[in-house]
């Protein structure tokens, strides 16, 4: 047998070729498959709608009730009529501003360190790896490290069980993300910049403080306002460390013998009420999940808005 | 002669160069500060895991105790396989929901949408990152069981069940896969996608056997992100999956079951703190540690696999 002929291949495959190019009509196989691709997303976003029009609808009998009382009334896992998020909102909002004052300086300096003074060297490879696998940690690990390190560190306020325990943790939690997202920021920040106040004599501190922190400020921001939304929304190590579900009574203590006694906060309300069994605690959990909610998301889309609107190409 | 002028000091005065020199010691002492956090975890981990089973070598049953009937810490019966196997079939369900899902969305944004489409959904896929997982959670049991896997599975549990917290926790590890998967696609490089056009691929084509085969180890380490997270997700399991005070060994994803997760939830909860002197509560370290160190390698897998594509390209 001959081989085949280059003329006959080369025909076949050239009648193919313009055949290819010139076909006319639908490519009914690739819209097929970005159809698919298209209905793939939309079901993502759709869950995301089902979610909130469910929460809305189960929860609506509770607004048109009571929306005011129940925004102020104390944790109360026994009486749906009377349950309420005040003291949750209150301890979420302590929980953020611990972790603002803890993770946050800690975040930032780290990643100033590995992003500005230690680039290649081994001891930087290392902290790099470490805050990699830090960010991997599940959250329940961290609630495990509140209870036997921060609890025990604290034990001479209230047994350790208070806010502060649970603001560690949470803290722990969110530093690796406050790490990486300042580490992206400082990373964009263009060499010239440095070089431009190093060359009139700054030292590498003022160059520091006053060119690149400053340059990096919106994608600093944009990452530490992510991290407060996800502290915010933990349960978890919160839960661990010892947060009240059943029913706290605060009375008419001082701020401060408050702050050092039980605390509850927001995720933690949701996990109480969503255990109860009776009907009645269905609104209840569905108001405190919308709450919880609309101010995680409402955190996000800020973040995400500052990051937009400050994106900047050098 | 002309006069010279006095020379220009160019050292730093020494004020300066100690706060340069205190400002770096900061830096590095927050650096020493993440290398803390990560030794006292593994520290507490192992410290009282390795006390946990200690003790339990030293009752009747011994270390038999880790394999019973089922998890049942109170009456002394710490079954790890039955929390293994309630982990896999969340982790299964979950991945069942995500995968599709988020690796659908990751090669339309990256492939198929147009630049102003994508910037509109790109922020909506983040959002859908932000849902606490206690809000997952109730929406497991309000919804996703009773108008979801009830109706589709006869004899399923009408309140809890495995089956439910999967799809729950498949929600939230959607966004993860669809960002990581994303990022994989896009640092294929352009190049790869207008030689395969200019041959004569169409999209389909050139996405399918050009872009996604080189960018295969990012979406596999997407996949096992995924799985690390949905393995580590606590509080959708604890609220959907029902069995509190513990489960019997068994293979069904609609009954109430327990994870590792929400296993070590209902042991260290709140009020529910089992009290000292039996091993019940202790055992919360030992299955935290397995935790830790199944996350952790996981992890370390994926790391490596998207380090691999950045080496590529």
Same mark, same amino acid.
């Given at each position: 047998?001959?081989?085949?002929? +280059?003329?006959?291949?080369? @025909?076949?495959?050239?009648?193919?070729?313009?055949?290819?190019?010139?076909?006319?009509?639908?490519?009914?196989?690739?819209?097929?498959?970005?159809?698919?691709?298209?209905?793939?997303?939309?079901?993502?976003?759709?869950?995301?709608?089902?979610?909130?029009?469910?929460?809305?609808?189960?929860?609506?009998?509770?607004?048109?009730?009571?929306?005011?009382?129940?925004?102020?009334?104390?944790?109360?896992?026994?009486?749906?009529?009377?349950?309420?998020?005040?003291?949750?909102?209150?301890?979420?909002?302590?929980?953020?501003?611990?972790?603002?004052?803890?993770?946050?300086?800690?975040?930032?300096?780290?990643? %100033?360190?590995?992003?500005?003074?230690?680039?290649?060297?081994?001891?930087?490879?290392?902290?790099?790896?470490?805050?990699?696998?830090?960010?991997?940690?599940?959250?329940?690990?961290?609630?495990?490290?509140?209870?036997?390190?921060?609890?025990?560190?604290?034990?001479?306020?209230?047994?350790?069980?208070?806010?502060?325990?649970?603001?560690?943790?949470?803290?722990?939690?969110?530093?690796?993300?406050?790490?990486?997202?300042?580490?992206?920021?400082?990373?964009?920040?263009?060499?010239?910049?440095?070089?431009?106040?190093?060359? $009139?004599?700054?030292?590498?501190?003022?160059?520091?403080?006053?060119? $690149?922190? +400053?340059?990096?400020?919106?994608?600093?921001?944009?990452?530490?306002?992510?991290?407060?939304?996800?502290?915010?929304?933990?349960?978890? +190590?919160?839960?661990?460390?010892?947060?009240?579900?059943?029913?706290?009574?605060? @009375?008419?203590?001082?701020?401060?013998?408050?702050?050092?006694?039980?605390?509850?906060?927001?995720? $933690?309300?949701?996990?109480?009420?969503?255990?109860?069994?009776?009907?009645?605690?269905?609104? %209840?959990?569905?108001?405190?999940?919308?709450?919880?909610?609309?101010?995680?998301?409402?955190?996000?889309?800020?973040?995400?808005?500052?990051?937009?609107?400050?994106?900047?190409?050098? | 002669?002309?006069?010279?002028?006095?020379?220009?000091?160019? &050292?730093?005065?020494?004020?300066? !160069?100690? /706060?340069?020199?205190?400002? !770096?010691?900061?830096?590095?002492?927050?650096?020493?500060?993440?290398?803390?956090?990560?030794?006292?975890?593994?520290?507490?981990? #192992?410290?009282?895991?390795?006390?946990?089973?200690?003790?339990?070598?030293? &009752?009747?049953?011994?270390? =038999?105790?880790?394999?019973?009937?089922?998890?049942?810490?109170?009456?002394?019966?710490?079954?790890?396989? &039955?929390?293994?196997?309630?982990?896999?079939?969340?982790?299964?369900?979950?991945?069942?929901?995500?995968?599709?899902? =988020?690796?659908?969305?990751?090669?339309?944004?990256?492939?198929?949408?147009?630049? /102003?489409?994508?910037?509109?959904?790109?922020?909506?896929?983040?959002?859908?990152?932000?849902?606490?997982?206690?809000?997952?959670?109730?929406?497991?049991? /309000?919804?996703?069981?009773?108008?979801?896997?009830?109706?589709?599975?006869?004899?399923?549990?009408?309140?809890?069940?495995?089956?439910?917290?999967?799809?729950?926790?498949?929600?939230?590890?959607?966004?993860?896969?669809?960002?990581?998967?994303?990022?994989?696609?896009?640092?294929?490089?352009?190049?790869?996608?207008?030689?395969?056009? =200019?041959? =004569?691929?169409?999209?389909?084509?050139?996405? #399918?056997?050009?872009?996604?085969?080189?960018?295969?180890?990012?979406?596999?380490?997407?996949?096992?992100?995924?799985?690390?997270?949905?393995?580590?997700?606590?509080?959708?399991?604890?609220?959907?999956?029902?069995?509190?005070?513990?489960?019997?060994?068994?293979?069904?994803?609609?009954?109430?079951?327990?994870?590792?997760?929400?296993?070590?939830?209902?042991?260290?909860?709140?009020?529910?703190?089992?009290?000292?002197?039996?091993?019940? #509560?202790?055992?919360?370290?030992?299955?935290?540690?397995?935790?830790?160190?199944? &996350?952790?390698?996981?992890?370390?897998? /994926?790391?490596?696999?998207?380090?691999?594509?950045?080496?590529?390209?």
């Amino acid at each position: 047998m001959a081989l085949t002929s +280059p003329a006959t291949v080369g @025909g076949t495959a050239a009648r193919d070729i313009t055949a290819g190019m010139t076909k006319r009509g639908l490519d009914v196989r690739g819209k097929l498959v970005e159809a698919v691709l298209v209905g793939l997303l939309a079901f993502s976003m759709a869950v995301l709608v089902t979610l909130v029009v469910d929460l809305f609808v189960r929860s609506w009998s509770l607004w048109s009730d009571r929306p005011w009382d129940f925004i102020t009334t104390n944790l109360n896992a026994q009486n749906a009529a009377s349950a309420g998020i005040g003291q949750a909102i209150r301890g979420t909002l302590i929980l953020c501003v611990i972790v603002t004052v803890i993770a946050f300086p800690l975040g930032i300096a780290c990643a %100033v360190y590995l992003e500005e003074y230690a680039n290649k060297g081994l001891f930087a490879r290392l902290i790099r790896v470490n805050v990699r696998n830090l960010a991997g940690v599940p959250s329940i690990v961290y609630g495990l490290l509140g209870l036997a390190i921060f609890v025990r560190l604290l034990s001479g306020i209230n047994g350790g069980r208070n806010i502060f325990a649970g603001g560690l943790a949470l803290s722990a939690l969110v530093l690796p993300i406050v790490i990486i997202t300042t580490s992206e920021a400082l990373r964009a920040v263009p060499r010239s910049i440095r070089e431009g106040a190093l060359g $009139v004599g700054a030292t590498q501190w003022e160059t520091i403080r006053s060119h $690149v922190l +400053p340059s990096a400020a919106p994608g600093i921001l944009t990452g530490t306002v992510l991290s407060l939304a996800r502290a915010a929304g933990e349960a978890a +190590p919160v839960l661990l460390v010892g947060a009240a579900t059943g029913l706290l009574r605060t @009375g008419n203590q001082s701020f401060w013998e408050q702050l050092q006694g039980s605390f509850t906060a927001m995720p $933690v309300a949701i996990f109480s009420y969503a255990r109860q069994p009776g009907a009645d605690f269905r609104a %209840v959990t569905a108001a405190a999940s919308l709450v919880l909610l609309v101010l995680v998301l409402f955190m996000n889309a800020i973040a995400i808005a500052l990051r937009n609107r400050y994106e900047k190409k050098w | 002669m002309t006069a010279t002028s006095p020379p220009i000091r160019l &050292t730093t005065q020494p004020r300066r !160069r100690r /706060s340069d020199k205190i400002a !770096r010691w900061a830096f590095r002492l927050a650096a020493v500060a993440t290398l803390l956090v990560t030794t006292l975890i593994i520290v507490t981990l #192992f410290r009282d895991a390795i006390a946990f089973l200690r003790n339990l070598a030293d &009752t009747d049953d011994g270390l =038999g105790s880790l394999r019973e009937l089922g998890w049942f810490p109170r009456r002394g019966m710490f079954d790890i396989p &039955t929390l293994l196997v309630g982990t896999l079939l969340v982790t299964g369900i979950a991945m069942l929901v995500a995968v599709p899902l =988020g690796l659908g969305g990751a090669v339309y944004l990256a492939e198929y949408a147009r630049p /102003s489409v994508r910037r509109v959904i790109k922020p909506i896929l983040e959002v859908l990152a932000g849902i606490p997982s206690v809000v997952l959670g109730y929406f497991a049991i /309000s919804f996703i069981n009773p108008q979801i896997v009830v109706r589709i599975f006869d004899g399923a549990h009408r309140s809890f069940t495995l089956a439910a917290a999967g799809i729950g926790v498949g929600i939230l590890t959607i966004p993860i896969i669809a960002s990581v998967a994303e990022d994989a696609l896009r640092a294929v490089p352009g190049s790869l996608r207008e030689a395969s056009y =200019g041959l =004569g691929a169409e999209r389909l084509q050139t996405t #399918f056997r050009v872009v996604f085969p080189a960018a295969i180890s990012g979406i596999v380490a997407a996949l096992i992100l995924g799985i690390s997270r949905a393995i580590g997700e606590t509080m959708v399991v604890a609220i959907a999956a029902g069995a509190v005070g513990g489960g019997l060994f068994r293979w069904t994803p609609l009954q109430p079951g327990q994870t590792m997760t929400a296993a070590m939830a209902a042991l260290g909860f709140g009020s529910d703190q089992v009290a000292g002197d039996n091993l019940a #509560f202790p055992s919360l370290y030992f299955v935290g540690l397995l935790l830790f160190v199944m &996350t952790f390698l996981l992890n370390v897998a /994926s790391d490596w696999l998207v380090n691999k594509v950045r080496e590529v390209y």
